[in-house]
């Protein structure tokens, strides 16, 4: 038998550790740095208002929003074309608002007149939540003309824009959005563990008058402003997520250095090209079949019958690990394939990886699709 050697205790040297950590042994982020992250994504947004970057995934200044916003009394039009739209008719109920839902097919947009339909029958509507593009089924919604009808009504208007920051064209200001949420994590290129809200003075005046807005709560955004906006941004009044936070800043500063009208072109020229070269391939089709309607972030498709999405999605991550697709969620499980070709992937050698794979399982020539997907990119970018 080999003896057994005994081990000497790990003493950690006492001038610090043995090796030096990128993720580890940075300096401190100061509120100088905060604040500068939050400003470079005020100007991403447009917007000249509030804008307060927050500790975890964008559902946290959701749900925050929400719940700062609707209360007991109040009166919500959401609208739902995606299971994000389903949230937030939850958690408005849960603050106690009557809620009008407005849902349309979800392969396919709302437009503004459904919405001025949908107020002019509620006059007491004051609250409007709205999802810009949803990843998950891949369609968009035509947010700059809902927010006019928004606004000529009297309503507060919270969009979601995780999916559409970066991706298509976000003028917050201009558009008389209220409450703009963003997360870093898709066209961004970014980190999923931090996110950011916009607040309008029309929306703090809100929740400041809102007896039921969370307060002493990580759902504050009264704490936020309380504690850092208004104290003027000088010190963080919690230790932050400090790479989360790096790595927005980096995201922000790559869109800067490609020019966000070129991150927007590349994503609109993937979205162009997979559904091109899917037409072409004539196996599957756009589960959302209008081009107007279709989100740039990601492209969903219809699987013919015998064809389930689930085993589909499988066998093309078998063919290509790196391919970004995955079935679809809950009942569109067995029918819808998401092709995501957001920030990094937002690339024609993605789009022709992804239709080669998707030739190749269905036992169809990839050649049309690629000479499709070409032309397609081509002619938009």
Known sequence: MGQTRSRRPLVPSPKGPATVSPFLDLPPLTAADFAAIEDKVAALLHTTADVIVTQGEALLPLEAAIRGAAHPGSTALNIVTGPYGQTFGNWLRDCGAKVVDLAVPFDSAVSAEQVAEALAAEPAIDFVSLVHAEAATGNTNPVAEIA??????????????????????????AWGVDLCVIGGQKAMGGPAGVSAVSVSERAWERITANPAAPRRSYLSLLDWKQRWTDAGRTVLPHAPAQLEMLALGACLDRISADGL??????????????????????????FVPADAHAAPVATTLRTPAGLDATALAAELRRLDPSLPVQAGGGALAAEMLRVNHYGPAATLDTVRATLTA????TGTDATPALTAADQAWSATV
């Open 261 to 286: 009208p070129a991150v927007i072109a590349r994503h609109r020229a993937a979205a162009a090209a997979t559904r091109a070269g899917v037409r072409a391939l004539g196996t599957l089709a756009p």
């Open 148 to 173: 006019a009808v928004v606004r000529e009504h009297g309503a507060l208007l919270m969009v979601d824009a995780v999916a559409s920051v970066a991706a298509e064209p976000l003028l917050t200001d």
């Open 358 to 361: 998707l030739a190749t399982a």
